[in-house]
């Protein structure tokens, strides 16, 4: 059956299109449809009442408000949250404060520049056949808007929240169209463009030119991505699908009811997936600061024992994608290490020795020779019961007799085997009830969820059956312990503890930070 397009259930008036500098930002976050439909002012006929969080839900937010302070009043340097009537998560007060502090150092006060009056928009009005007005765009970027007092100078600062990132050509041209042509001034003489990180205040320049030679690259770059974008009917289904206005009548956003176990559609919609509730259970403000995507610590978050794991999975990713298809083989490569992942020597040797273990239950040995294979997946399924999007990223899919094998790999530097693996990997209760449920598509009725635990010692390989009573029970166990607490969760309060020195997130913690001088002042 042809999908209709746009979906059916949206009203909307496509007169005026709006387009955002944002939506050409990295695809991960991305989904071309939404980004079109919403462009065109459409929005589904019926809609759920709107159920805001208790804290403020966009943590940069309160950083725009205290710099649009600081910019028109130098002298002060308190937050503000304007316009905003929601109280901040300490950690997005302290990552607010800290990232107002590296603005500052990475722009120190420049006396030919002030704040703009408003954020620069780019309106461009088309005309029908007949010389009547038809659909007027419009274009816009989120970011510092300045100007200098003489109107001969604009510059736009893109602030990123965590490292500087290569912009893509699209966005560079757009970036300096909103700039040169935004509320336009016939003053104006030169266009700037840069972007700044406010972890640690690194800048970049992304355009640098004279008006004219801002149009010339949109002209170039920037048109062709606009009508690309507008022209888009491609569903990508992902976290966007959580704040998304279509995702009701989304045909690409698979419906589940009760996935996660819950039939409460009162509280806020959310994201959630095993890493949402494994956060949240070791201490709910840090669950909270990874899920709002605040930078983290290096040390932590990439440390030896993570990084092997992470390296590991990108070989087994590389290497089962690999035409033709073939089972890995023991002979592993003494530089295996795929690029961007460090590893010290003794995690090298211990990651290939775990890779050679890998080849004895290497999933191509049974998967059909031409069925399909889906690595490192991204599933996405609206749980309507609870208002609910949840996400899993399974680490291989393949079929078996045409139904659906979920394998999930897991390393360790220890032979010591784990009893519940349920309890001990939380995304196998997930799968269970996935693959249990029918949610994906194709037939099920023999698929089963594999854990592959790679030791020191050997491999081993747990089959778990999602159709079997006890199983699918202890899976649901699972879910509820993780779910339930973090549903009814408002305020997302830190439970410190010996977890903080281990906490990727607890420089933006002042419970931590009190706890840590605390300590010292007892020595």
């Not at 979906?7 to 071309?32: K, N, Q, W």
């Not at 200098?148 to 500087?164: I, W, Y």
């Amino acid at each position: 059956m042809t999908e209709s397009w746009p979906p059916d259930g949206l009203v909307g008036d496509s007169a005026v299109i709006t387009v955002r500098l944002s939506m050409f930002g990295p695809e991960r976050y991305r989904c071309p449809a939404s980004d079109v439909l919403k462009a065109r002012g459409l929005a589904p006929r019926e809609r759920s009442a709107w159920k805001p969080e208790a804290l403020e839900s966009f943590p940069h937010g309160p950083f725009m408000d205290a710099a649009d302070a600081l910019e028109r009043r130098p002298e002060k340097t308190r937050l503000v949250s304007r316009g905003r009537q929601r109280p901040l998560h300490d950690g997005v007060r302290q990552w607010t404060e800290h990232a107002l502090r590296t603005y500052r150092e990475a722009f120190p006060p420049d006396p030919d520049l002030r704040l703009a009056h408003q954020q620069w928009v780019y309106k461009h009005q088309q005309m029908s056949g007949d010389h009547q007005p038809a659909a007027e765009y419009r274009i816009t970027a989120w970011g510092r808007c300045l100007e200098s007092v003489d109107g001969r100078r604009r510059e736009l600062r893109l602030p990123t929240a965590n490292r500087l990132r290569a912009r893509s050509d699209a966005e560079r041209a757009i970036a300096a169209l909103v700039v040169a042509e935004g509320d336009s001034d016939p003053r104006l003489e030169w266009v700037s463009v840069v972007q700044f990180a406010m972890s640690d205040g690194g800048t970049a320049p992304i355009f640098e030119g004279t008006r004219d030679e801002a149009l010339a690259l949109y002209r170039k770059d920037g048109a062709p991505a606009v009508r690309a974008l507008l022209d888009s009917q491609e569903y990508r289904p992902g976290t966007a699908c959580t704040s998304c206005a279509i995702a009701p009548v989304c045909p690409a956003l698979p419906k589940t009811a009760g996935l996660l176990g819950l039939a409460d559609r009162s509280r806020p919609r959310r994201s959630w997936s095993s890493t949402t509730g494994r956060g949240h259970r070791g201490c709910p403000a840090r669950g909270y600061l990874h899920g709002l995507r605040l930078p983290t610590d290096d040390a932590v978050e990439r440390g030896a024992a993570a990084e092997r794991g992470r390296a590991v999975h990108a070989f087994l990713a590389e290497r089962h994608a690999q035409k033709p298809r073939t089972p890995c083989t023991p002979e592993i490569a003494a530089e295996w290490v795929p690029e961007g992942y460090r590893l010290p020597e003794e995690q090298r040797r211990l990651g290939a020795r775990l890779l050679r273990h890998h080849a004895e239950i290497c999933p191509l040995r049974t998967a059909e020779p031409q069925s399909e294979i889906r690595i490192e997946p991204r599933l996405v399924f609206d749980d309507v019961a609870a208002d609910l999007l949840v996400l899993a990223d399974p680490d291989l899919l393949y079929q078996d007799a045409d139904s659906w094998v979920w394998r999930e790999t897991k390393t360790s530097a220890s032979d010591r085997p784990r009893r519940n693996v349920l309890a001990a990997y939380p995304q196998l209760a997930l799968a269970v009830k996935i693959v249990g449920s029918d949610a994906l598509s194709g037939p099920q009725a023999h698929g089963r969820v594999e854990l592959e635990l790679l030791r020191p010692g050997g491999a081993d390989l747990r089959i778990l059956d999602p159709f079997a009573p006890a199983t699918r029970a202890a899976a649901e166990a699972v879910l509820r312990e993780q779910v339930s607490g973090w549903h009814g969760e408002m305020l997302f309060e830190a439970v410190p503890g010996p977890e903080c020195a281990d906490c990727a997130v607890a420089r933006w913690c002042s419970v931590r930070q009190l706890t840590q001088a605390g300590a010292e002042e007892g020595l």
